[in-house]
């Protein structure tokens, strides 16, 4: 099991970046699968990004091109850089832990043990 705690969010207008952060505790994310997810107002939450503990990454076709994940191991933090940021990316945005890999790639919302409590990004027009 493992700890997370998001910060970086905040309120931003289009066009704007972010760079939202994953600290982890209790154990080295080096053999995790990391990923982010969000849920705005109403909906259900949905996958943003992932980074495998091979290296490999994935997005959402909505934000691919615009959002960068990536890790710090040294810092045992995961990173999402956000840019061009649209007002319908404002969302609560969680970081996500599965130790190992998962039969599913992208991994599912299920596959995922541990998740922090989330920061709020919200995106002004």
């Known amino acids: 099991q493992v700890q997370l705690v998001e910060s970086g969010g905040g309120l931003v207008q289009a066009g704007g970046s972010l760079r939202l952060s994953c600290a982890a505790s209790?154990?080295?994310?080096?053999?995790?699968?990391m990923g982010w997810f969000r849920q705005a107002p109403g909906k259900e939450r949905e996958f943003v990004a992932v980074?495998?503990?091979?290296?490999?990454?994935d997005y959402a076709d909505s934000v691919k091109d615009r959002f960068t994940i990536s890790r710090d191991t040294a810092a045992n933090t995961v990173i999402l850089l956000m840019n061009n940021l649209k007002p319908e990316d404002t969302a609560l945005y969680y970081c996500?832990?599965?130790?190992?890999?998962?039969?599913?790639?992208?991994?599912?919302?299920?596959?995922?043990?541990?998740w922090g409590q989330g920061t709020q990004v919200t995106v002004s027009s």
């Open positions: 980074s495998s503990w091979r290296g490999l990454t």
């Open positions: 996500a832990a599965r130790d190992g890999g998962s039969r599913a790639w992208p991994p599912r919302e299920d596959d995922y043990a541990d």
């Open positions: 209790g154990r080295t994310i080096r053999t995790f699968t």
